[in-house]
Structure formats: C-alpha cells, structure tokens
C-alpha cells in the first residue's frame, strides 16, 4: 500500500464511524478508533499519525517494545493499547509499555497485573475479554465464567476492569455476539466495550461499542494472514 492510500483507508473508516454512529443514534465521540498497526513497521504507521491518529492497537508485547518508544519521541499524545493475548510473565513489560489492554482473561494474569500496577503506580485501561463463542482455541473467559471472573478480579485481585472485549467466531454473524457481550457489562457496570473489527465494526457500534479495533481497513492486508 503506498503512502496515499494509507490515509484515504483512515480517511474511510472515520467515515464509516460517522456514519455507524449517526444510524445508531449516536455522538461519534463516543467511540475511539484504535488503529491495529500489528506486523506494519513505522514507516507504514507515520502517515496514519499525519493523519490525525493517536490511538494504536499492537498484538504483542516485543513487537510493540522495539516499534513504539521511537514513535513516541517524535510524536505527542501517542496511545498505545494492547488487543493481543499476554502472558503472565509480560505483565511488568506491558504496564510500563501500554494505556491500555484488551486481554486481560485469567485470574493469573490480573493477579500479576495487579501486582504491577501497584509496583509501578500506573493503571492501564483494562478489559477483560470473553470467549462469547466458547471457541476452543480462543483466548477469552466463557460466558457463564464472566460474572465471578469480574466479582474476583474487583474483589479477590484488586485490579479495575473498565469494559469488556470479544472477536466473534470468524464463521458466524457477529450482532448476538457483539449483544451478549453488551449484556455481560451492563448487568456487571461496565461501560467500555471494546468490538469490532475492519469486517464488522459498524455492527458493533450498533451494538454500544466504545473502542473499535481496526487494522486491514486502515493499513492494507497484512502479509502473513494468520497474524
Ligand atoms: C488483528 C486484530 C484486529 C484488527 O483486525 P482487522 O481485521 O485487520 O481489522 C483487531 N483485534 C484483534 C484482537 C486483533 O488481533
């Protein structure tokens, strides 16, 4: 993707935002835009910063340790969350390297989130994610596991969950995955809900989403699909 093309894709989905957001009834700024950079190095990210974009999605912590801190020396105001799964043994890296993270999905790792946030005295925006779609393979607490996996991180943990996250199995509609994750928060009172991705964000912001998770409609196709 050349340089022009990497803008008009934001361009696109601000757009598309807009436009979900006036079918839904909604104020647009409501809803935050993260840009999924994942596998794109800087120069593919500096454009979408022209642009206007502050708020950046990557996948994994090294990846994100090696492209970042450059980007934020050049750049004011930069965000940066992480919406990829973290290992226990990540958590110090990520506290100090992220505002906020989407996959917080086990009782050890927002034990040792817990820890770090306490150590380092800053306090990322957390989201739990859950499994809406009991996928095997998946990241991500089931359903029926939400409601005492929240009680234990605010109780039995200490950390603050501020939303919820999920990604709808590939090979289904994704709306009454984007709505049971809706439900979860509301009877839990949570008010951030992070859905949505290039293929189904406007969906999600039908659905009360607050934080869209958008990559391949901003930055092209990444080339290796399976990242
Ligand atoms: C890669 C990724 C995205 C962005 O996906 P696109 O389909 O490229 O928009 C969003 N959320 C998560 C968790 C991802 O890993």
Not at 111 to 116: D, G, H, I, R, T
Not at 174 to 187: D, E, V, Y
């Amino acid at each position: 993707m050349e340089t022009m093309s990497r803008s008009t894709g934001i361009a696109a989905v601000r757009a598309s935002i807009a436009a979900a957001c006036r079918d839904a009834g909604r104020d647009p700024a409501t809803v935050t835009l993260v840009a999924v950079s994942k596998t794109f190095d800087a120069a593919a990210i500096e454009p979408v910063i022209a642009a206007g974009q502050r708020v950046f999605g990557e996948n994994r912590v090294q990846e994100a340790k090696a492209k970042w801190p450059p980007l934020a020396a050049r750049h004011a105001g930069l965000e940066l969350h992480l919406v990829g799964s973290l290992q226990s043994n990540k958590a110090k890296e990520a506290v100090a390297l992220f505002d906020a993270i989407h996959s917080v999905d086990r009782p050890s790792l927002a034990e040792a989130l817990a820890k770090e946030i306490a150590r380092q005295g800053r306090q990322p925006l957390l989201f739990a994610e859950i499994n809406t779609g009991a996928e095997p393979q998946k990241a991500g607490v089931l359903p029926q596991a939400a409601d005492g996996f929240l009680a234990a991180c605010r109780d039995r943990y200490g950390v603050v969950i501020s939303g919820l996250m999920c990604i709808p199995p590939a090979d289904e509609a994704p709306a009454p995955h984007f709505a049971l994750t809706g439900q979860i928060a509301k009877r839990n009172g949570l008010k951030l809900l992070s859905m949505g991705m290039s293929a189904d964000f406007q969906t999600a912001i039908a659905f009360g989403a607050t934080h869209v998770r958008v990559g391949t409609a901003i930055f092209g196709t990444r080339r290796d699909a399976a990242l």
